[in-house]
């Protein structure tokens, strides 16, 4: 049995902001450092063989902070977010809704489709998995999403996200077996 720890970057200005990062980076809050050095204090004592993050500052920074100074990581393209594709750097409320084709309209205008996302995040992670016995990885709302999309029943993933979502440096374990994925929960390390 293998252990993932998924754990989405700090609060960032564009996502206090409400603004639309996927591609395009904003660096970490105040509050998204303090919510990084939670999720040190809460994995201090737990045995993690392989770090690592997307390439992108906001991940980084965060592993950064969780990490220290004295364990190297590596950083993986293929953990990015969604690019977005013009609506990046925009406020939020441009976002479609689902009902609106959410995942229809991104492609649309030089961003990337769910599936794209899915089959990227879940070969980077499935790199990272048949290598180590436990992984902590820090990633994004949508590639972790699109991830659990990829590994998980259907059920349980919408029962995460229909009681938690997946706020900023929350942590989600799985454990890892030839069968697959298993959910076994969630830590949410802020409560604002």
């Known amino acids: 049995m293998k252990k993932l720890y998924l754990v989405r970057h700090g609060e ?11 591609a395009c980076d904003s660096p970490l809050t105040e509050r998204g450092i303090q919510q990084a050095l939670k999720v040190k204090k809460v994995l201090e004592n737990v045995e993690i063989e392989g770090f690592y993050c997307s390439t992108q500052e906001r991940a980084v920074d965060t ?30 409320v441009l976002n479609p809704t689902w009902e609106n084709g959410y995942d229809e309209i991104f492609p649309l205008y030089g961003g990337e489709t769910s599936d794209e996302v899915k089959i990227r995040v879940a070969k980077s992670i499935y790199q990272i998995i048949n290598k180590h016995n436990s992984a902590l990885v820090v990633a994004h709302a949508g590639s972790i999403y ?16 229909s009681t938690t979502k997946i706020p900023n440096c929350s942590i989600i374990e799985l454990e ?17």
């Open 12 to 22: 960032t200005l564009f996502n206090k902001k409400k603004i639309i990062q996927g």
């Open 63 to 92: 592993l950064e902070l969780i990490l220290g100074q004295d364990k190297s990581y590596t950083r993986l393209k293929g953990l990015k977010e969604r690019n977005f594709g013009l609506f990046e750097g925009e406020r939020e």
């Open 146 to 161: 699109h991830f659990l999309r990829y590994a998980l029943e259907k059920e349980t993933l919408n029962e995460i996200m």
């Open 176 to 192: 890892y077996t030839d069968a697959g994925f298993e959910y076994k929960g969630i830590t949410i390390t802020d409560s604002h």
